[in-house]
């Protein structure tokens, strides 16, 4: 299993700024993953993450709103820019381990977002 | 349609009884099927993981997989007020997971 320590853990943010949330992970990791989970509502995948490359968003989520950082294989950010409160959510950092050929998704502790 | 759908809770079964949570998915191309449990405030946990037709169980938890019919279940037996959280259904196709919305359970005392 991975370790992920993610921070900030939670922030209350004035709209209209960023907020740059980030994740390091106690192994080298292919890809990172980042989700979000917006109130009483499940996991959603904003983006994936490989080192060297940009990020892959999925369908909408856009890099001017949800830039993201892969710097090396332990270190990921997600910035939240030019907020709204609708973007007050859970954002949470994922990794990938592979056991047996299959993926298990092995998750931060959460940054929880609220934005006034 | 959704990717992943779960049974609408929320769930309350009493102490000792056994929950049962269903989930069903529409890629046939899936691979691999988890369950995670999430308490309030706190991010998802592993709980369960199948990847081939039939029954798998570990303690409490059986999880129950089904490619023809694109379902699979959990059971928890013996619930315990500490299982009291939500459980989210996710589907793997290659790297990428799609979660259900969860469904949330409440053991009674």
């Known amino acids: 299993s991975a370790v992920i320590s993610q921070k900030p853990s939670r922030d209350i943010c004035q709209r209209g700024t960023s907020l740059t949330i980030q994740c390091q992970v106690d192994s080298q990791v292919t890809m990172m993953f980042w989700y979000r989970q917006q109130p009483g509502q499940s996991l959603t995948l904003i983006a994936t993450a490989n080192q060297g490359s940009e990020a892959t968003y999925e369908s909408g989520f856009v890099i001017d709103k949800f830039p993201i950082s892969r710097p090396n294989l332990t270190f990921s950010t997600l910035t939240v820019s030019n907020m709204s409160p609708e973007d007050s959510s859970i954002y949470l950092c994922s990794v990938e381990g592979r056991d047996g050929g299959f993926t298990e998704a092995f998750f931060g502790q959460g940054t929880r977002l609220t934005v006034v | 349609q959704k990717e992943v759908e779960q049974n609408s809770g929320p769930l309350s079964v009493p102490e000792g009884a056994i929950a049962s949570l269903n989930c069903t998915y529409s890629?046939?191309?899936?691979?691999?099927f988890f369950w995670y449990r999430q308490y309030s405030g706190k991010s998802p946990e592993l709980i369960m993981f199948i990847y081939s037709n039939g029954d798998k169980e570990d303690g409490r938890f059986t999880a129950q997989l089904n490619k023809a019919s694109q379902y699979v279940s959990l059971l928890i037996r013996d619930s315990q007020p500490s299982d009291s959280a939500t459980y989210l259904c996710a589907v793997s196709n290659d790297y990428k997971l799609s979660f259900g919305a969860g469904t949330t359970v409440t053991v009674r005392a």
């Open positions: 890629d046939r191309g899936s691979q691999s």
